[in-house]
Each structure stands twice: as structure tokens, then as C-alpha cells.
């Protein structure tokens, strides 16, 4: 049974900083491109980082410059840092894991940044 375990959400005020995980079972995590999607209310889910198995990474626009994914296959956990956040960034954000046509989505963490 695949699972995809969030942690690290919670409220912070703009300008700071949050680390999400996404611990993984289930899968041969190092072989699976690994990313973070969020969904704001009423919009529709977007990519906001991945890497690749092979470490390569990329990000949405609006993150550049902010937001570091990482990768440990040792832990099978997968990381987002967060820095610099802004209102806009207020979503609930989820882990995703794919290969091939399988793919697999956590339950979702929640970040709202406000002051």
C-alpha cells in the first residue's frame, strides 16, 4: 500500500519560513520523480516544484528564487523549503510521486501565510 505523508504546514506570517515533508512508503522512492503541488481555494491545482530521480529540479515562476525542493532516498522523504512567503502562497499542499503512469498523492497540508 502506497502513502505519501505530509507535515510541516501551519501559519506563518509573510516573509517567513516553512519546511514541508512528504515521508513515502509503499514505493521504491528513489526512482520516482518526486513534487509538490498546492491548491488555493477556488483555483485549480498547480506543480509548484519537482525533482527528478536523478536530482534534477524545476519550479513554477512564482517560486523561483523561494522555494527549494530536496530529496533524501535514504528516508524516503522528500522536502520543500519555503522561504520569503507571501499571501499568495496560502494553499494546501500536497506530495506526489510518479513513474511511468502511476501516480501517487498525499492527503494535503495547509499553509496560510498572513499576518
Known amino acids: 500500500q502506497v502513502q505519501l505523508v505530509e507535515s510541516g504546514g501551519g501559519l506563518v506570517q509573510p516573509g517567513g519560513s516553512l519546511r514541508l515533508s512528504c515521508a513515502a512508503s509503499?514505493?521504491?522512492?528513489?526512482?520516482?520523480?518526486m513534487g509538490w503541488f498546492r491548491q488555493a481555494p477556488g483555483k485549480q491545482r498547480e506543480l509548484v516544484a519537482a525533482?527528478?530521480?536523478?536530482?534534477?529540479?524545476n519550479y513554477t515562476d512564482s517560486v523561483k528564487g523561494r522555494f527549494i525542493i530536496s530529496r533524501d532516498n535514504a528516508k524516503n522523504t522528500v522536502y520543500l523549503q519555503m522561504n520569503s512567503l507571501k499571501p499568495e502562497d496560502t494553499a494546501s499542499y500536497y506530495c506526489n510521486a510518479h513513474l511511468f503512469f502511476n501516480r501517487y498523492w498525499g492527503q494535503g497540508t495547509q499553509v496560510t501565510v498572513a499576518s
Open positions: 509503499g514505493i521504491t522512492f528513489s526512482i520516482y520523480t
Open positions: 525533482i527528478t530521480r536523478d536530482y534534477s529540479t
